[in-house]
């Protein structure tokens, strides 16, 4: 049955009238935005899909996830072990210890230029922050391999660092490599707390410390805990510079001590002996998947706490 012809009319007078409402600038910012949408979303796809790849293709079952031996055989006719938990547990260990050590140092940085520093001091800091977050990381890395891992071997030996690679160094370079992220979200926060609040708390015969303990971190815990999971998501998703210094030794971290493997570590090391679809690409790219879902948690995460801000 054909429309009416002043249904149709209308109808193209009405698209033509959206159109020429959206100025180019205005298109073009929406064009830009819709490719950055479809990018990431085909790029979510393509990992996920190769992800699955061993399970779907290679007959592994995901109880793998929580195998501890990982035994790649590929070319010698022997069947591999694909246990993924060693590098699971490297993740979270090496993550765990960066941010214990990096956020109360950040935190505490971060009251320093926020309350204590005088003005010549935040000066210098904040730019100093801002340098040591665009230094690459390849370089933290070769900091550590050549001055930390030997540092280690020879005044700490005594106390298991044989070799110098080990949990304890990769942690120690993840929270060098976090240690001004955390720093500048929590100084950020501290900053929004409003100036009558401190004025406020001072007035009622507080001192500085006691304003600090019971007014700013109380009112800004859920933006410093916001600054912990993205310096948790940098840490987890750092690849080379742990690689230098962690021992790359597929085996569950049992001590600080000991080397050990991550996800990210893993992928770096065997990505050039493998081949596309193999069971050995296949379990990289399994790897590849369980640290983007690890991203997106982190992303959830951080979206969930700046909602609770926004609500308090």
Known sequence: MTAPAGTVKTGLSARSSFLAAIDPPRRLTMIAAGSMVLVVGLLLVFVAWNGIRLFLFDGQNPSLLFNPTWLPAEGTGQTGEWGLLPFIAGTVAVTAV???????????????????????????????????????????????????????RINLGWLGFDTGFSWFAGSLVLTVMILPTIT??????????PDEWRTASLALGTTRWQTIRHLLLPASVTSLATAMVLGMTRAAGEALAVQMVIGSAPVLPTSLTAPMSTLTSQITVDMGNTTFGSTWNDALWTMSLILLVISVSFVVLVRRLQGTRRWQ
């Not at 009251?111 to 005088?118: D, G, K, R, T, Y």
């Not at 000066?123 to 665009?134: C, D, W």
């Open 98 to 152: 960066a941010i214990l050590i990096a956020t109360p140092l950040a935190i505490g940085l971060a009251l320093f230029l926020s309350e204590v520093a005088p003005g010549w001091a935040r000066r210098i800091v904040q730019p100093s922050l801002e340098m040591f977050v665009g230094i690459p990381s390849v370089v933290y890395g070769w900091i550590g391999l050549t001055v930390l891992v030997p540092w280690l």
């Open 184 to 193: 500048s979200v929590s100084y950020d926060a501290l900053r929004a707390v």
